[in-house]
Nanobody, 114 residues
Framework: QVQLVESGGGLVHVGDSLRLSCAAS????????MRWYRQAPGKQRDLVAT??????TYYAPPVEGRFTISRDNFQNIFLQMNNLKPEDTAVYFC?????????WGQGTQVTVSS
């Protein structure tokens, strides 16, 4: 089983930046596709960004150009969020997918105040 622990959330103001981290452990494998999702109160969980094992990326239109997904040589995945807007307020979840496995973290709250 894979354990994913998100960190880095907080309360910021419009235009600020945050860097979310996701620390993977357990049966994590580097061939996993990593994603960040977010869920605002009363809304569905939406895909924010994807990072494939070969380094390909995808960003949801609302965040493209402002957010960057990356990973290091260990088992950490990041989401750099710049020029934050009130509509970015949500709980952000880390997700790891590989054949036969789909694991989630508990989430980290991001609140952007105007």
């Amino acid at each position: 089983q894979v354990q994913l622990v998100e960190s880095g959330g907080g309360l910021v103001h419009v235009g600020d930046s945050l860097r979310l981290s996701c620390a993977a452990s357990g049966d994590f494998r580097s061939d996993s596709t990593m994603r960040w999702y977010r869920q605002a109160p009363g809304k569905q969980r939406d895909l924010v960004a994807t990072l494939t094992p070969t380094g390909g990326t995808y960003y949801a239109p609302p965040v493209e150009g402002r957010f960057t997904i990356s990973r290091d040589n260990f088992q950490n995945i990041f989401l750099q969020m710049n020029n934050l807007k009130p509509e970015d307020t949500a709980v952000y979840f880390c997700n790891a997918v590989r054949p036969g496995a789909n694991d989630w973290g508990q989430g980290t709250q991001v609140t952007v105040s105007s």
